[in-house]
């Protein structure tokens, strides 16, 4: 018992000698023999920083190493002993055990593809894609929500989405998800150490392949650095107070207490201020900038609108490229793409928009944007923000596609996104677990969401997929159904919006007025090509329903003009400027050239000339698929008008005389009956608010709302009338805050301190500046 005792303390003896050897064979570090010495150069470490080890790169052993410091992470060096040994023998059973699973997953796949190369049903998506319109909406119960998150188990042929903070990637292929999950296994296996996340080493050829980044718009931006181009921090709170007011209630993507905490960072540090964040801050900018008019740009910024203009455009292209756009799996930098193709579209021409808008919707796929959060058990904020952006990315599509004259890049069998719910931007916070109760009636997202409900009505009237297959195509309705289609829709809107909506707030009245005219786009686009179909020489229309169709393009055409220049609504007007009624125009242009003059002629060529000049000024207007053949139609009816007028024929229109006598009321008109604008009201709101306003059937109103209008406008209104002072390009009425009773928003950025009317933009006294030197107290 005493002899391995013994031999126990010899060995430690032995081990302490050794030690002590060790230490005092070391160079001296201070003194020796009474003289100074330098110290000596540190010690390399034998053996590789953790690090390194792990990503099985080359480390320099230094303490830090030069991998380490170029990551900026903290290097760990592993402590003194020897290393434990790795197993020489391979676990073989084991490995060959994940490969035989493999090849079997390779062998069900395959037996799924028929000898045709077609996918068999069962790698069809589980979920039932909407094929009813009532489907479309955010009506889905948020406890059938709750229940679809907390699933046990999800179909695996959903694909997959990883998610980790803002960023996210989504696999849809069966085979590759399949695959993943063998190969992610067998990795493990073979070396548990071996980890995918390599962003942090940034090689010098990921630094070149970013420098590729930029050649969609012409410029090397990583070269360049943007700090320069950012606004000042009081400007910084400017912009955005303009965006909140006039793009954020008609443009839903962001969540305002988030992207105030963005700002707030960028105000304070551009250091803390991520390349995603920047290009949406940019992003920010240059929309505020888009909305704002000339006057107000050099009031609120003191620089002329065209300079911000380029210099923001510049500022957010550069942006982007620096955040990897093209590779991004970034949600925040789908966001700023999303904003900045919205904003283009205002100031350049189409045809840019439409070819990044398939690229926005590509890359939201690749982030698995076009499936709905509850499908994988996403919270419900980051649910609810992935719906605002998909389906914002979704309108801009459709409206690119009508201009071009080609079908939507994605149909309804390509996504599953739910349309957001009707809440407040307050009724939601990041990392909430349960869904709100959602909201009935009007919200900050009510705009937004008739606007995406109408969408999907609208795509199936117009598309109609290859074959022949469509949603209102499979089977052939007859012209009265279409019309009870349109009509349940407008009740369907009235129901779940409108009937709560308070007319006398501008942005409900827009949301009505925008509903309205979709509506009856639609109404138009179920008649027009009835209108040229020729059965036996004589059109298959009726008179009087091609009265109908005529009268209500015109009326289309007057109210798209009048929610652009509007003073309550103006401020919102760069959105809707960039839409062009093409079917309206182009049947009144049409109608022109083949009926004879008239009172109602005069008046459908000053609403044409309202909108078609204006936009012929600019070439941005003229890049588009429909201009040419529009342009033809518009120098015929010129050429059919200068000959009428040749020949002395000219007419003049008042109140009293009706545009066009007509048994049944318009579309426009029959779509606005039931707003709560319209209920009860005195002769004078039914004009101001509802189905006479302000162009409304024929010019024959009732004998009150007449003198009410001449009380208003002091004469008649005649051919010549303006909704403006400027007779060359308005049409409609004088159209005032006495006449148009809106109430105004107390809270808004333009009340401070100056007139509402536009056109009197006037900063009285040090109110602009005691206005946002408060908001920056608030802030900070």
Same mark, same amino acid.
């Given at each position: 018992?005493?002899q391995p005792v013994e031999e126990s303390a010899q060995t430690?003896?032995?081990?302490?000698?050794?030690?002590?050897?060790?230490?005092?064979?070391?160079?001296?570090?201070?003194?020796?023999?009474?003289?100074?010495?330098?110290?000596?150069?540190?010690?390399?470490?034998?053996?590789?920083?953790?690090?390194?080890?792990?990503?099985?790169?080359?480390?320099?052993?230094?303490?830090?190493?030069?991998?380490?410091?170029?990551?900026?992470?903290?290097?760990?060096?592993?402590?003194?002993?020897?290393?434990?040994?790795?197993?020489?023998?391979?676990?073989?059973?084991?490995?060959?055990?994940?490969?035989?699973?493999?090849?079997?997953?390779?062998?069900?796949?395959?037996?799924?593809?028929?000898?045709?190369?077609?996918?068999?049903?069962?790698?069809?998506?589980?979920?039932?894609?909407?094929?009813?319109?009532?489907?479309?909406?955010?009506?889905?119960?948020?406890?059938?929500?709750?229940?679809?998150?907390?699933?046990?188990?999800?179909?695996?042929?959903?694909?997959?989405?990883?998610?980790?903070?803002?960023?996210?990637?989504?696999?849809?292929?069966?085979?590759?998800?399949?695959?993943?999950?063998?190969?992610?296994?067998?990795?493990?296996?073979?070396?548990?150490?071996?980890?995918?996340?390599?962003?942090?080493?940034?090689?010098?050829?990921?630094?070149?392949?970013?420098?590729?980044?930029?050649?969609?718009?012409?410029?090397?931006?990583?070269?360049?650095?943007?700090?320069?181009?950012?606004?000042?921090?009081?400007?910084?709170?400017?912009?955005?107070?303009?965006?909140?007011?006039?793009?954020?209630?008609?443009?839903?993507?962001?969540?305002?207490?988030?992207?105030?905490?963005?700002?707030?960072?960028?105000?304070?540090?551009?250091?803390?201020?991520?390349?995603?964040?920047?290009?949406?801050?940019?992003?920010?900018?240059?929309?505020?900038?888009?909305?704002?008019?000339?006057?107000?740009?050099?009031?609120?910024?003191?620089?002329?609108?065209?300079?911000?203009?380029?210099?923001?455009?510049?500022?957010?292209?550069?942006?982007?490229?620096?955040?990897?756009?093209?590779?991004?799996?970034?949600?925040?930098?789908?966001?700023?793409?999303?904003?900045?193709?919205?904003?283009?579209?205002?100031?350049?021409?189409?045809?840019?928009?439409?070819?990044?808008?398939?690229?926005?919707?590509?890359?939201?796929?690749?982030?698995?944007?076009?499936?709905?959060?509850?499908?994988?058990?996403?919270?419900?904020?980051?649910?609810?923000?992935?719906?605002?952006?998909?389906?914002?990315?979704?309108?801009?599509?459709?409206?690119?596609?009508?201009?071009?004259?080609?079908?939507?890049?994605?149909?309804?069998?390509?996504?599953d996104t739910k349309v957001p719910l009707n809440l407040n931007?307050?009724?939601?916070?990041?990392?909430?677990?349960?869904?709100?109760?959602?909201?009935?009636?009007?919200?900050?997202?009510?705009?937004?969401?008739?606007?995406?409900?109408?969408?999907?009505?609208?795509?199936?009237?117009?598309?109609?997929?290859?074959?022949?297959?469509?949603?209102?195509?499979?089977?052939?309705?007859?012209?009265?159904?279409?019309?009870?289609?349109?009509?349940?829709?407008?009740?369907?809107?009235?129901?779940?919006?409108?009937?709560?909506?308070?007319?006398?707030?501008?942005?409900?009245?827009?949301?009505?007025?925008?509903?309205?005219?979709?509506?009856?786009?639609?109404?138009?686009?179920?008649?027009?090509?009835? $209108?040229? @179909?020729?059965?036996?020489?004589? +059109?298959?229309? #009726?008179?009087?329903? %091609?009265?109908?169709?005529? /009268?209500? !393009? &015109?009326?289309?055409?007057?109210?798209?003009?009048?929610?652009?220049?509007?003073?309550?609504?103006?401020?919102?007007?760069?959105?809707?400027?960039?839409?062009?009624?093409?079917?309206?125009?182009?049947? $009144?242009? @049409?109608?022109?050239?083949?009926? +004879?003059?008239? #009172?109602?002629?005069? %008046?459908?060529?000053?609403? /044409?000339? !309202? &909108?078609?000049?204006?936009?012929?000024?600019?070439?941005?207007?003229?890049?588009?698929?429909?201009?040419?053949?529009?342009?033809?139609?518009?120098?015929?009816?010129?050429?059919?008008?200068?000959?009428?007028?040749?020949?002395?024929?000219?007419?003049?229109?008042?109140?009293?005389?009706?545009?066009?006598?007509?048994?049944?009321?318009?579309?426009?008109?029959?779509?606005?009956?039931?707003?709560?604008?319209?209920?009860?009201?005195?002769?004078?709101?039914?004009?101001?608010?509802?189905?006479?306003?302000?162009?409304?059937?024929?010019?024959?109103?009732?004998?009150?709302?007449?003198?009410?209008?001449?009380?208003?406008?002091?004469?008649?209104?005649?051919?010549?009338?303006?909704?403006?002072?400027?007779?060359?390009?308005?049409?409609?009425?004088?159209?005032?805050?006495?006449?148009?009773?809106?109430?105004?928003?107390?809270?808004?950025?333009?009340?401070?301190?100056?007139?509402?009317?536009?056109?009197?933009?006037?900063?009285?006294?040090?109110?602009?500046?005691?206005?946002?030197?408060?908001?920056?107290?608030?802030?900070?």
């Open positions: 018992m005493s430690n003896l032995e081990c302490s000698k050794s030690e002590s050897e060790h230490q005092s064979a070391d160079p001296p570090s201070e003194t020796q023999n009474g003289i100074a010495t330098n110290p000596p150069a540190p010690r390399l470490n034998p053996r590789s920083c953790v690090t390194c080890r792990r990503r099985k790169v080359r480390c320099n052993k230094e303490n830090p190493c030069a991998n380490c410091v170029r990551a900026g992470i903290e290097c760990v060096f592993p402590g003194p002993g020897r290393a434990p040994r790795k197993s020489r023998k391979p676990p073989d059973a084991e490995l060959l055990a994940r490969l035989r699973r493999l090849e079997g997953v390779v062998h069900s796949l395959g037996a799924q593809v028929d000898e045709n190369g077609v996918i068999s049903p069962t790698l069809t998506r589980s979920a039932d894609i909407r094929a009813r319109f009532g489907d479309a909406q955010a009506g889905d119960s948020p406890s059938s929500d709750r229940s679809d998150a907390k699933r046990q188990s999800i179909d695996k042929n959903l694909g997959r989405l990883v998610i980790s903070e803002d960023r996210s990637r989504y696999v849809s292929n069966a085979f590759w998800t399949g695959m993943s999950d063998e190969i992610a296994e067998m990795r493990d296996l073979l070396d548990p150490s071996t980890t995918d996340d390599e962003d942090a080493l940034h090689s010098p050829e990921t630094d070149r392949q970013m420098n590729h980044q930029a050649f969609l718009f012409g410029y090397s931006s990583t070269m360049h650095d943007l700090r320069e181009l950012h606004p000042s921090p009081s400007q910084i709170f400017i912009l955005w107070e303009v965006f909140k007011e006039n793009v954020d209630p008609i443009v839903r993507i962001l969540h305002r207490p988030t992207a105030k905490t963005i700002l707030i960072n960028a105000a304070s540090s551009l250091d803390r201020v991520s390349k995603p964040a920047e290009a949406l801050l940019f992003s920010i900018y240059f929309g505020a900038v888009v909305s704002l008019t000339p006057e107000q740009c050099q009031q609120l910024l003191v620089e002329d609108k065209q300079s911000l203009l380029k210099k923001y455009r510049f500022a957010t292209e550069q942006a982007l490229a620096r955040a990897d756009f093209l590779n991004t799996t970034s949600l925040m930098c789908l966001q700023a793409l999303a904003f900045f193709l919205i904003f283009v579209r205002h100031c350049d021409d189409s045809r840019l928009v439409w070819a990044l808008g398939g690229l926005a919707l590509h890359l939201a796929q690749a982030l698995g944007v076009h499936r709905d959060g509850t499908n994988f058990g996403l919270n419900p904020f980051d649910t609810e923000m992935r719906r605002r952006l998909w389906w914002q990315i979704s309108l801009l599509d459709n409206r690119s596609a009508e201009d071009h004259g080609v079908d939507p890049t994605f149909t309804e069998q390509f996504y931007d307050d009724d939601i916070y990041p990392g909430m677990k349960e869904y709100p109760k959602e909201r009935t009636g009007a919200t900050e997202m009510t705009f937004c969401l008739i606007r995406y409900e109408l969408s999907v009505f609208s795509r199936r009237f117009n598309f109609t997929a290859p074959g022949g297959h469509g949603a209102f195509h499979d089977q052939e309705l007859s012209l009265e159904e279409k019309e009870r289609l349109i009509d349940e829709c407008h009740r369907r809107l009235e129901d779940k919006y409108l009937q709560h909506c308070d007319m006398n707030m501008p942005i409900y009245w827009v949301a009505a007025t925008v509903a309205r005219l979709i509506l009856a786009k639609m109404w138009l686009i179920v008649h027009h090509p009835r $209108a040229y @179909s020729v059965s036996d020489g004589e +059109p298959s229309l #009726p008179p009087e329903i %091609r009265d109908r169709v005529f /009268i209500t !393009s &015109v009326e289309v055409i007057e109210f798209s003009h009048l929610l652009e220049k509007n003073e309550n609504t103006a401020k919102w007007g760069w959105l809707f400027r960039t839409y062009m009624q093409w079917q309206s125009v182009a049947f $009144a242009l @049409s109608e022109i050239c083949t009926r +004879p003059p008239g #009172p109602d002629i005069d %008046r459908a060529w000053k609403a /044409i000339e !309202s &909108v078609y000049d204006e936009r012929m000024m600019s070439s941005k207007y003229q890049k588009g698929m429909l201009w040419k053949p529009l342009r033809h139609l518009m120098a015929k009816a010129k050429a059919r008008r200068a000959a009428q007028q040749g020949q002395g024929i000219q007419f003049q229109q008042s109140l009293d005389t009706p545009f066009t006598d007509v048994p049944n009321p318009t579309p426009m008109e029959r779509f606005m009956q039931d707003y709560p604008g319209n209920k009860g009201s005195s002769a004078t709101d039914s004009f101001s608010m509802g189905r006479d306003q302000p162009h409304s059937r024929s010019m024959g109103l009732d004998p009150r709302a007449r003198e009410s209008l001449r009380a208003n406008t002091g004469n008649a209104i005649t051919e010549g009338c303006n909704m403006s002072q400027d007779t060359s390009s308005s049409v409609g009425i004088n159209w005032t805050p006495e006449n148009v009773p809106f109430g105004i928003n107390e809270s808004s950025i333009f009340n401070f301190g100056w007139s509402p009317s536009v056109g009197d933009f006037t900063v009285r006294g040090d109110a602009f500046q005691r206005y946002f030197a408060n908001i920056q107290e608030e802030w900070f």
